[in-house]
């Protein structure tokens, strides 16, 4: 038996696939993840309680490998545009001076993003996991007004191989990573004029709405996930309470959001990493209120995204719409 050892020996390291579950190791990036980060598998068993005349417990059989877990790493902006790559599928990319924009719209055809990814995980001082064939299936994008913004990734896999070699060369992001003095808040209501929000916190969810059981005959791996029903996307945030956002609730004004992040570090000569998420058709949850006492007051208020057009959609509806500027030349492979 071999201990694991000290847990800040570990890493996680992603590529993304030429082909869907075939495992692309060659270029990989190391991810400098949180604690929260862990991918597993497990061995589903398939329970055995046939009457064959003795009390001894039968012994399961094997049932479906499931490859599934979290991604859990603040916003690097280095980073930012490869994590809705991995969700998102390609992007559109355009050079801005010297370094590069890219624009992600929610998909409205095909059953994937057809994106998928290779992880190698090593926890502690053991040898290597290595998942191939993964997909993100749901992004959460969330932070508060004292820390860094962070990026949530619900994944799953198609496969598992057990002990690869470790590697012996760690390279990480020296940029800092985005944080709550970087962000801004803007909501356009479709009659009223826009008006920038303070907010002490917040969380964003992308959901494609992927199904996550598509077992079939013939395998014990999982098929790739398709999409298995209406995006969605929720907005939640915690502000200081105003009575304006009553108003909203009731009258079922919709709006877009748009949370834009602009760092202080440049991507390119003159132009600052940035990312920029337009959630159109956005609408107040009617159930809205103000608190009740004694302090200063705060309200919590929850968006659910409809859809509608965006800055870069073409007059198109899309769930959402998503800017990112790096020195990444383009996300298309």
């Not at 600052?272 to 208020?301: C, W």
Request: aromatic share 10%; proline share 5%; with cysteine.
């Amino acid at each position: 038996m071999i201990a694991i050892g000290i847990g800040n020996d570990g890493y996680v390291r992603v590529q993304n696939e030429a082909t869907y579950g075939t495992a692309a190791t060659g270029s990989m990036t190391l991810l400098p993840v949180t604690a929260e980060t862990l991918v597993n598998h497990v061995v589903e068993p398939i329970e055995q309680n046939n009457v064959i005349a003795s009390r001894i417990q039968q012994a399961p059989c094997q049932g479906r490998n499931v490859n599934s877990g979290v991604i859990n790493i603040d916003a690097h902006p280095t980073l930012v545009g490869t994590f809705f790559h991995y969700f998102d599928g390609n992007a559109t990319d355009t050079a801005n001076g010297t370094a590069f924009n890219h624009v992600w719209l929610a998909r409205k055809i095909g059953e994937s993003s057809e994106e998928s990814f290779t992880l190698q995980q090593a926890l502690g001082t053991g040898l290597a996991d290595q998942f191939s064939g993964g997909v993100v299936t749901s992004l959460t994008i969330s932070g508060d007004n004292s820390g860094k913004v962070n990026f949530n990734l619900d994944c799953i896999f198609q496969s598992h191989v057990a002990d690869v070699a470790r590697i012996s060369t760690f390279t990480f992001p020296v940029q800092t990573p985005f944080n709550f003095g970087h962000g801004i808040l803007n909501i356009d209501p479709d009659s009223e004029a826009a008006f920038d929000q303070d907010i002490n916190s917040f969380e964003l969810t992308l959901d494609y709405g992927y199904d996550l059981e598509r077992f079939k005959f013939g395998s014990f791996n999982i098929k790739r996930p398709v999409f298995n029903t209406i995006p969605s996307v929720t907005f939640t945030a915690n502000i200081d309470a105003e009575r304006q956002f009553l108003t909203f609730a009731r009258s079922y004004e919709p709006s877009k959001l748009s949370l834009t992040f602009t760092h202080t570090e440049e991507a390119g000569s003159g132009v600052p990493f940035e990312f920029i998420v337009e959630i159109p058709g956005a609408q107040l949850n009617p159930e809205t209120e103000i608190p009740n006492g004694n302090d200063r007051l705060s309200m919590d208020i929850s968006f659910i995204g409809y859809g509608g057009t965006t800055t870069n959609s073409s007059g198109l509806d899309r769930m959402w719409d998503v800017l990112v500027t790096d020195n990444t030349p383009a996300y298309d492979s």
